[in-house]
Nanobody, 124 residues
């Protein structure tokens, strides 16, 4: 069965960095887009970033562009989110998601499996 396991969350100071990982299993990883989304306390799910199945293209929501970098290692079945210059408003539960196809989109309906999430807290 499909499994997505996020790790790497924690407490960071404003301006600091964290690197999230999502280990995938149960499907042919290199055939599907992957994305990261987040949910802050009291708010709805926000799509953060996506990457094509072959890594050839990436997308970011405006609030993280230039600070976050998504990447994937298809040999390790893992997708990453490098988060730099963290801000308190980045505090959220971060989820990785498997796309239904090879192209990354911003539509939650285009993702069929989600991990359990990893908490990121940015505070001094």
């Amino acid at each position: 069965q499909v499994q997505l396991v996020e790790s790497g969350g924690g407490l960071a100071q404003p301006g600091g960095s964290l690197r999230l990982s999502c280990a995938a299993s149960g499907f042919t990883f290199n055939k599907y887009a992957m994305s990261w989304a987040r949910q802050a306390p009291g708010k709805g799910l926000e799509w953060v970033s996506g990457i094509y199945s072959d890594g050839s293209d990436t997308y970011y929501t405006a609030s993280v562009k230039g600070r976050f970098t998504i990447s994937r290692d298809n040999a390790k079945n893992t997708v990453y989110l490098q988060m730099n210059s963290l801000k308190p408003e980045d505090t959220a539960l971060y989820y990785c998601a498997k796309g239904r196809g090879h192209i990354a989109t911003m539509a939650p309906s285009e993702y069929d499996y989600w991990g359990q999430g990893t908490q990121v807290t940015v505070s001094s």
